[in-house]
């Protein structure tokens, strides 16, 4: 979501401007190509969502409620990363400025959004609408790599699923207290921050289907999210690539207690 307090001060405007004259810290092609062996980490998340009627996503249902919050950036916990950007620039291409917290240091890194997908697949036979967006890091950040977003609607049987897909390592850094930061933290943080993002997702559109009397629910009628599992843990499919139930991890300020903080600059 956007940060409309912090993207008004004189340093974010300075910072986000900036990110237009930063190329990406990584090739596109390594990415594509990134396997455990050659050094990428490498992660698959997955929330499950209220479940539509068969066939194209319909009016107000997970799909669409999915769509908007991931246009909005809505799905990243504020206790945990902060957004500036352009609201009204397209989606594509649009650069974030991103304050991440890691421990007691508060830190500014640029990330630019690719391109928008929109699309039917087939997958082992069966047809899925597929609309998303990924964004890669940009020079200065103290990873490499990129993280992809989608909502995924399974036609033939309704399913909805908001997925993240991360292909990332550490990148070098100049900066010896940012480096030590994401060295002792960084990783856990990663992977707390796309747990999270799939558990605030579940509960944002379960949370707006009920204030809209649960538009679009499939045959089990309810407006709330569909865990991944019983107990409401997103899954996460890691470098190994064995599916591994992982609890998402905080929910909010309240289990995020604000530290005190010294904020690093990633940008100057």
């Known amino acids: 979501m956007l940060d ?7 340093r974010a405007k300075r910072a986000l401007a900036a990110l237009s004259d930063r190329p990406l810290n990584f090739d596109p092609a ?12 490498i992660d698959d998340y997955e929330q499950a969502l209220a ?26 916990d504020p206790a945990m990363v902060h957004a500036v950007y352009d609201p009204a620039g397209e989606l594509a291409q649009r650069n974030m400025l991103l304050q991440v917290r890691f421990g007691p240091l508060r830190m500014f890194f640029g990330c630019r959004v690719g391109a928008v997908t929109d699309e039917t697949r087939t997958i ?21 790599g990129q ?6 609607k399974w036609l033939d ?19 010896p207290i940012m480096r030590l930061g994401f060295r002792l933290v960084g990783r856990g943080q990663q992977t707390r921050f796309a747990r999270r993002a799939c558990e605030r997702m579940g509960e944002l559109v379960a949370r707006e289907r009920a204030r809209d009397g649960g538009g679009g629910g499939g045959a089990g009628g309810g407006g709330g999210s569909a865990p991944a599992d019983e107990h409401g843990a ?6 190994g690539g064995a599916l591994a139930q992982q609890r998402a991890v905080g929910d909010g300020d309240e289990r995020h207690p604000a530290a005190p903080h010294a904020e690093q600059n990633s940008l100057r």
């Open 51 to 76: 479940p539509e009627p068969p066939g194209d996503p319909v009016p107000g249902g997970s799909f669409e409620v999915a769509q908007r919050l991931m246009r909005d950036y809505a799905f990243a």
């Open 4 to 10: 409309e307090r912090l993207a008004a001060t004189e």
């Open 157 to 175: 049987d309704g399913a909805v699923e908001f997925r993240i897909h991360v292909v990332s390592r550490r990148a070098k850094v100049r900066n």
């Open 124 to 144: 082992d036979g069966r047809p899925v609408r597929v609309w998303g967006w990924s964004y890669g890091t940009l020079a200065g950040h103290v990873e490499r």
């Open 30 to 41: 390594d990415v594509r190509d990134a396997s455990a062996d050659s050094g990428w980490h």
């Open 147 to 152: 993280m992809d977003y989608a909502v995924w």
């Open 234 to 239: 997103a899954q996460l499919r890691g470098e």
